[in-house]
């Protein structure tokens, strides 16, 4: 067995401050980093981001690695993989985390097969056992749960479902040894994203950091009755989901679909509308502390994951739930 | 425009959760019987979108697959879907492996074929919701890789791809040749026509082996093992909310999250 070289954790930045999977990262990437007796270090990389690197040295990080170029600054991954490779050859950490969002999944699994080492993505649990990590990954559509090792090969590397794993606790008078590392980037650069274009940001809540979730199904029957979901969301001051169902057909933009190859949500209240609870779909929403169902297949899947449920036409209950709810809310 | 495209075989996603069985000595799923495999759903839509663009620029689609031989299957329903030729690497020493084994054997196998300006690959196979080895496939042969894509279109000398983030999509022009990995939005796939089943029927699927890809020296040995495969219930007793009018129900539905204190 290699020699433990702590946890390394490559930290996301949005708009300028750190992304909320930093503090999970920085959460497991802790645990895990005590029991192997190692150092926890956070490699945040990007233009103008180091503001970033106290805000890593609060949530823990014993070390900070400071990867602050112009040349970090375009989207898109090629030049992040040029500047993370030999930063990660030199530090030869025992474990490596990523996010298992769109940018750090990309990068992790191309870096893996890079350095040559293993990788589990999206990952629901991680545990030191017997010296080696095991990583918990849903399989199958989350029917089934897998757990690897990487025998062999380091770092062992996994990318970290969003919302998935307890966050960090910020602590103001923890500070981390911030190291500047130098950043070259070679020109050869083979995709260039040209254009990003935004959705609209819908009305009300995000849906990712929503308290409450409606969300709709093929049971609505057409994007002409979208509206009942809508409206049920507002009586609760909810955000608006859908299924792959909804948005493969195109009622509503693919940025609201929950589920495995969608969003993981984690709200205090889900309310599916019209929503089958296939497993694809449960996995982006199983974290919700209170699932409520509404169908009218009294053995709908759904059914099973929900504390509460009503068996009927969705038409004929929505509209006055909603009223009653608005009711009890005045 | 020849595009070669990666399609796995997979246990149908569709079975309802009580069908689905694990043999945790094994760390196997336990196929549940007259269930046929299917082809991976994503891979479906990476397949149609690589038909699309034959019909639009010309050129040669043709599918491999890794897998046994019951995969024969699955790149019949490819050619009969419109993919002019189709591969198989069988080798039991490649079957076992992970992202890793597979990712080497189709990079050996794709340089193999040859000729190629696009690879297409799904964006992730319903059985190990893994998603690697199309970036895989991009490192291995130092191409540029894009994921999840949701459209594509040529350019003259490139292509364009839509990729999706979480808050819209990115239009990125890339050199060929590239590798993509589709998401379903791509659009649905067809239907094989009668002809094409046709075809299919007579359609010969070369079989290539390790050593075919020169990989029988161990050097696509899995670098991940796994430990346990097992199925976690989350289920729990629902309390179903009944009335004898819908008013009924929706108050009742409403007063239970009052006192639940969820509005
Ligand atoms: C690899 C893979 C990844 C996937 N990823 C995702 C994902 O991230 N998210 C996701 O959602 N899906 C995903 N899916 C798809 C998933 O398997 C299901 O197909 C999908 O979730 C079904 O959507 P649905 O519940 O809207 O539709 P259906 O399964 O068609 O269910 C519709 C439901 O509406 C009910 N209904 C009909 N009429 C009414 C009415 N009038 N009133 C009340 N109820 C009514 C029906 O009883 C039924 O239960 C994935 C699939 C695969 C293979
Ligand atoms: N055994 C295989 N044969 C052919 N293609 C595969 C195989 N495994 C994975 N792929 C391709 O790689 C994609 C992603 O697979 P994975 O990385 O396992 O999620 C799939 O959608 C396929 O296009």
Redesign the pocket.
């Known amino acids: 067995m290699p020699a433990a070289n702590g946890v390394l954790v490559v930290a996301e930045t949005e708009r300028g401050g750190l992304a909320p999977i930093s503090a999970e990262l920085l959460g497991v990437g802790r645990t895990l980093a005590e029991v192997l007796g190692g150092t926890l270090t956070a490699a945040v990389l990007g233009s103008g981001v180091a503001e970033a690197a106290s805000a890593l040295g609060e949530l823990g990080a014993d070390v900070v690695l400071l990867a602050d170029s112009p040349a970090l600054g375009e989207p898109g991954v090629e030049a992040a993989l040029e500047a993370l490779t030999p930063l990660v050859t030199q530090e030869a950490p025992d474990i490596l985390l990523l996010g298992h969002t769109p940018d750090m999944r990309e990068l992790a699994a191309r870096l893996a097969f890079r350095l040559g080492t293993g990788l589990t993505t999206d990952c629901t649990a991680l545990r030191v056992e017997d010296g080696v990590l095991v990583m918990t990954k849903p399989v199958y559509g989350g029917s089934a749960n897998a757990e690897f090792t990487v025998p062999r090969a380091r770092p062992q590397m996994a990318t970290l479902r969003p919302r998935a794993f307890r966050p960090a606790v910020s602590d103001p008078s923890h500070h981390a040894e911030v190291r500047h590392v130098p950043v070259e980037v070679g020109a050869a650069v083979r995709s260039r994203v040209v254009e990003t274009v935004r959705e609209e940001a819908t009305t009300g809540p995000s849906l990712k950091n929503a308290k409450a979730v409606v969300s709709g199904g093929r049971g609505l029957g057409g994007p002409e009755n979208w509206h009942y979901v809508e409206e049920l969301a507002a009586s609760l001051g909810a955000a608006v989901g859908a299924t792959r169902a909804v948005t493969d057909a195109g009622w509503v933009p693919p940025g609201l679909q929950v589920g495995l190859t969608g969003v993981t949500i984690t709200p205090d209240l889900y309310v599916a509308v019209g929503v089958s609870g296939a497993v694809q779909h449960i996995a982006g929403c199983s974290g919700s502390r209170n699932i409520v169902a509404i169908n009218k297949d009294p053995d709908a899947n759904i059914f099973k994951h929900a504390r509460f449920g009503v068996v009927g036409d969705y038409k004929q209950i929505v509209p006055p739930l909603a009223a009653r709810i608005k009711e009890l809310k005045r | 425009m020849n595009i070669i495209v990666?399609?796995?075989q997979v246990p149908d996603p569709d079975i309802p959760p009580i069908h689905f069985k694990v043999d945790e000595a094994a760390g196997k799923v336990v196929p549940p019987p007259g269930v046929a495999p299917v082809m991976?759903g994503?891979?479906a839509n990476?397949l149609e979108a690589a038909l699309k663009l034959k019909e639009a620029h010309g050129g040669r689609v043709t599918a491999?697959?890794?897998?046994g031989q019951e995969a024969r299957d699955t790149l019949k329903r490819a050619v009969a879907m419109g993919a002019d030729a189709a591969v198989l690497i069988d080798d039991p020493n490649l079957r076992e492996g992970d992202?890793f084994t597979?990712a080497t054997a189709?990079a050996r196998a794709i340089e193999k074929v040859g000729e190629y300006d696009l690879i297409l690959?799904?964006?992730?196979?319903s059985d190990?919701?893994?998603?690697?080895?199309?970036l895989g496939l991009g490192e291995i042969l130092g191409l540029p890789t894009i994921s999840p894509v949701i459209a594509i279109e040529s350019t003259n000398g490139g292509v364009k791809a839509h990729r999706m983030i979480e808050d819209g999509q990115q239009v990125i022009e890339a050199q060929l040749p590239a590798v993509m990995?589709v998401s379903s939005e791509i659009g649905e796939p067809r239907y094989p026509p009668l002809r094409g089943i046709m075809m299919a029927g007579r359609t010969q699927i070369p079989v290539w082996t390790a050593a075919d890809l020169g990989l029988d020296d161990g050097s696509a040995a899995p670098k991940v093992q796994l430990r346990r495969l097992y199925i976690e219930s989350r289920e729990q007793a629902c309390e179903l909310v009944d009335g004898d009018t819908p008013e009924e129900i929706a108050a009742a539905l409403a007063q239970k999250l009052r006192e639940a204190k969820l509005i």
């Open positions: 990666t399609i796995k991976n994503y891979d990476a491999i697959t890794l897998g992202s597979t189709l690959c799904g964006r992730q196979a190990t919701d893994a998603g690697q080895v199309p990995a």
